[in-house]
T-cell receptor, first 113, second 112 residues
Framework: SQTIHQWPATLVQPVGSPLSLECTVEGTSNPNLYWYRQAAGRGLQLLFYSVGIGQISSEVPQNLSASRPQDRQFILSSKKLLLSDSGFYLC????????????FGQGTRLTVV | QKEVEQDPGPLSVPEGAIVSLNCTYSNSAFQYFMWYRQYSRKGPELLMY????GNKEDGRFTAQVDKSSKYISLFIRDSQPSDSATYLC????????????FGQGTILTVHP
């Protein structure tokens, strides 16, 4: 069966510090991978998606970037965090075009102080 | 106007009640409809997945899609305190590499 791992679960970082959140998927190959952000009391906003190694699409302009160095690894990064980057970050995967369901990791709660 | 509208609630019901959760949408290209359950500080968990119009039942949960009205519903029968969570509707056109558009989420509390 497929599983998705996301870490860390909680992170407190000072303004201006770098960020690296990692997500890995097991039990499937060539998944579509996604990074979402969820603000308090809000729905999920898609930040990045990837359909293959090195292929990254950004949905909204922001202070963040994403990379996919391996088939089942997705990384969310920032060089310098802003207060507005605080939120709940969720990694997800789906089986590819034609399969609409996405499956989520347990999320990382980021607080920028 | 948001593509997907969902009443955030909160909704509070007694144990055993039938719960009705709803979303409306404006994009007629949406063909895939999902309901996710999210417990506090956890990732969303897929509950129901429906393609196009119609009903789908899974245990105490029933999902309905009315594409002509651009309206989807999730019914929970015999609600339990363990059903207390935020319920998110999500939709996809199926041609956008699995990108989902979410509603805001409805906070549900089922009290004993």
């Amino acid at each position: 069966s497929q599983t998705i791992h996301q870490w860390p679960a909680t992170l407190v970082q000072p303004v201006g510090s770098p960020l690296s959140l990692e997500c890995t998927v097991e039990g499937t190959s060539n998944p579509n991978l996604y990074w979402y952000r969820q603000a308090a009391g809000r729905g999920l906003q898609l930040l990045f998606y990837s359909v293959g190694i090195g292929q990254i699409s950004s949905e909204v302009p922001q202070n963040l970037s994403a990379s996919r160095p391996q088939d089942r690894q997705f990384i969310l990064s920032s060089k310098k965090l802003l207060l507005s980057d605080s939120g709940f970050y969720l990694c997800a995967w789906s089986a590819g075009q034609g399969f609409a369901e996405a499956f989520f990791g347990q999320g990382t709660r980021l607080t920028v102080v | 106007q948001k593509e997907v509208e969902q009443d955030p609630g909160p909704l509070s019901v007694p144990e055993g009640a039938i719960v009705s959760l709803n979303c409306t949408y404006s994009n007629s290209a949406f063909q895939y409809f999902m309901w996710y359950r999210q417990y506090s500080r956890k990732g969303p968990e897929l509950l129901m997945y429906t393609y196009s119009s119609g009903n789908k039942e899974d245990g105490r949960f029933t999902a309905q899609v009315d594409k002509s009205s651009k309206y989807i519903s999730l019914f929970i029968r015999d609600s339990q305190p363990s059903d207390s969570a935020t319920y998110l509707c999500a939709m996809s056109s199926g041609t956008s590499y699995g990108k989902l558009t979410f509603g805001q989420g409805t906070i549900l509390t089922v009290h004993p």
